[in-house]
């Protein structure tokens, strides 16, 4: 069914691994063979270092199978490779402490907005490096869960309305973008329901920054990788999920699937295949 890629791009929560505080050993076991015969695999994910397998990842491959194993993390801040078994920041897009606080405050003032304007109660996440998270459904509790759940959008779109937002997710995306110039920052908002993330990168960087690495020390063609997640789905119309920004003008060409079981539109080239996390370590599993 498969072709054999020579690199698999993916996301890491809700698609390798059910929750960050779930057992890694069955993602490992499907990676390493792939990572033996020289398949380079990328995990592309918004979270830190710290939260892949509790910040131990490396200590389950060896130093040759590391050799071809890459991370993009934090939306576009970190991009690691290995080096001598240790992880290495090869590109680093961490903004400067002081555009850090203005996206704090374009958050902030968005945090108020919604509050003055429309009685909407949020909560933001400040302690990201690069991004901050505004909670638009604080009584909604993930739990270790941390992906998108399948009744999120629907109860998301019907809290905005309740409270008299009509112009829906796309207006809150263009508050962010209208504040954000107000303080000379081009954001780029992202949404998965549940979270408004408001920063200056997003998985683009990553999947670039990574894309062009290997290409370059491999020569792997855009058509010769393929992208795994699980929120490609649209939020509305013209907008997706976080995994969506794995396709970029240097990566198209490749093969993009998502996993989710959440009905609802994908961008153009992405083929919905369900199943989950158990589908795409069979997957990997396959690619041996």
């Given at each position: 069914m498969w072709k054999n890629y020579k690199a698999i791009f993916f996301d890491w929560d809700g698609t390798a691994v059910m929750s960050r505080k779930a057992p890694v050993d069955e993602a490992v076991e499907a990676m390493k063979p792939l990572l033996q015969k020289g398949v380079k695999l990328a995990i592309i994910s918004?979270?830190?270092?710290?939260n892949i397998a509790g910040g131990k990842l490396e200590s389950y491959f060896t130093q040759e199978e590391l050799d071809n194993l890459y991370?993009?993390?934090g939306r576009g801040a970190y991009n690691y490779t290995f080096h001598d078994g240790k992880p290495y920041i090869f590109k680093n897009m961490v903004p400067e402490k002081e555009e850090l606080l203005t996206i704090h405050k374009i958050c902030?003032?968005?945090?108020q907005e919604l509050k003055a304007r429309y009685d909407f109660d949020t909560d933001i996440v400040f302690s990201r490096p690069n991004y901050c998270k505004i909670d638009l459904m604080v009584s909604n509790q993930r739990g270790?869960?941390?992906?998108m759940q399948e009744d999120e959008l629907g109860n998301l779109k019907a809290s905005l309305k309740e409270h008299g937002i009509t112009?829906?997710?796309q207006g809150l995306m263009n508050l962010a973008k209208e504040i954000g110039r107000k303080y000379d920052v081009e954001v780029l908002p992202t949404c998965d329901a549940k979270y408004l993330e408001v920063g200056t990168t997003s998985?683009?960087?990553?999947?670039?920054s990574i894309f062009t690495l290997i290409s370059q020390e491999s020569g792997i063609l855009p058509e010769e990788c393929t992208y795994w997640g699980d929120e490609y789905v649209g939020i509305e119309k013209g907008i997706f999920g976080s995994d969506s920004f794995m396709k970029t003008e240097k990566t198209a060409k490749?093969?993009?699937?998502?996993?989710?079981?959440v009905k609802g539109e994908r961008p153009e080239g992405v083929q919905q295949i369900g199943g989950g996390?158990?589908?795409f370590l069979n997957f990997l599993q396959e690619q041996e």
């Open positions: 918004g979270t830190t270092i710290e991370l993009g993390l902030f003032e968005i945090h270790e869960n941390l992906f112009s829906g997710l998985k683009s960087d990553n999947v670039d490749g093969d993009f699937f998502d996993v989710s079981e996390v158990k589908r």
